[in-house]
């Protein structure tokens, strides 16, 4: 089976991800790592320091960045008389989830569906917020399932913008598939230190079997770092392969590029085709609108090739499908697959 329908990696790990895990010495296990007796949670946050340029201290790591997202939603709802979200209206159901939790109160702010795109309106996401006063302001860039991104100076103009007691927490778990800048993370915490950034390995270091998240945030919540870390440390062998992986930028970067054909081959062969529309992504899936009436033949014929992609349910999205951006055999054999089925339908 072919699956890409969780927006799982398709490809090889780096050279560098499998030799250090051919050749970890299990012996490692068998003691608890020794930085945390120099203050420091991990030499992954120490790495990610080097390379993000934010102090170890305001570095996060997590269980994936599912457990950076549901610590931060955890705490802040329950600080406080205040337990309202406020999170984009086409966006990941386990934002939900996690408010649902600890009894939070979800609002949504609109996305909006422009040409070939999905776009926030940044004046309008500042209104929401400063007119609902949530405890906290969720954004994902990349968005998952709609693709779209926010800029630094967007960001920017969001924080400056909206109440100081408001946790903004950014979902970059899609960042870095287009662009390898991270330049501009580090003056976004320091300079404000009501932010949050969640990353994980998960997407495009193409780990989400390690379970390795990280992120960033501003200073002075000693609190919150006391709530999130582990006191006695990370796991050994997925430090390791984390520092493999954070090294093999080269490796990662042209998988990028593989799927940025992928991206070119669904808006070349189907988005001329009639009741479809192929939608600009910035992740490592890509969201198409079809004719919902070939819904089920088309499921039948994913299910025949060995496939799995994503019918979307959501409200608004039913009639769209996220396809993980895979290997270029497997986007050609869907890209055909679809194709094939939409145009014995128009006959």
């Given amino acids: 089976m072919n699956f890409l329908d969780r927006n799982e990696f398709n490809f090889e790990p780096s050279q560098k991800v499998i030799e250090t895990i051919k050749n970890f010495d299990p ?3 068998c003691f608890y790592t020794r930085i945390y007796d120099e203050g420091k949670k991990s030499i992954v946050s120490v790495r990610l320091s080097e390379i993000y340029g934010v102090p170890e201290e305001q570095v996060l790591l997590g269980y994936g960045g599912e457990e950076i997202l549901k610590n931060a939603v955890h705490y802040y709802l329950t600080k406080g008389d205040n337990k309202t979200i406020l999170i984009p209206q086409f966006s990941w159901w386990y934002y939900n989830s996690i408010a649902a939790e600890v009894e939070g109160i979800t609002e949504m702010y609109p996305l909006h569906e422009k040409e070939d795109t999905f776009a926030y309106n940044i004046d309008e996401v500042i209104e929401y917020t400063n007119r609902i ?38 979902d970059e778990a899609y960042a870095s598939f287009i662009t390898s800048d991270v330049d501009y993370i580090a003056p976004l915490v320091n300079k404000y230190s009501n932010l949050i950034i969640s990353r994980t390995l998960s997407k495009f270091y193409g780990l989400p079997g390690l379970r390795m998240g990280f992120g960033f945030m501003g200073a002075g919540h000693q609190k919150f770092l006391k709530y999130a870390n582990m006191y006695l440390g990370y796991n050994r062998f997925t430090e390791a392969v984390a520092i493999a992986a954070l090294d093999s930028d080269d490796h990662y970067r042209e998988v990028a590029n593989q799927m940025d054909w992928g991206r070119k081959l669904y808006k070349q062969e189907l988005g001329s085709l009639p009741g479809f529309k192929v939608y600009k992504s910035v992740a490592n899936f890509i969201l198409i609108k079809y004719p919902i009436e070939i819904k089920a033949e088309l499921q039948q014929a994913m299910a025949d090739e060995g496939y799995k992609i994503k019918f979307m349910g959501d409200p608004g999205l039913e009639s769209c499908l996220r396809i993980t951006l895979g290997r270029p055999e497997q986007t050609q054999t869907v890209c055909d697959t679809i194709k094939r089925i939409a145009l014995n339908h128009n006959k």
């Fill in 133 to 170: 006063c949530p405890r906290m302001l969720l954004l994902a860039s990349p968005n998952n399932p709609t693709g779209n991104s926010l800029t630094s100076e967007e960001i920017g103009r969001i924080m400056e913008n909206i109440p100081d007691q408001t946790m903004v927490l950014i």
């Fill in 27 to 29: 012996k490692q296990l």
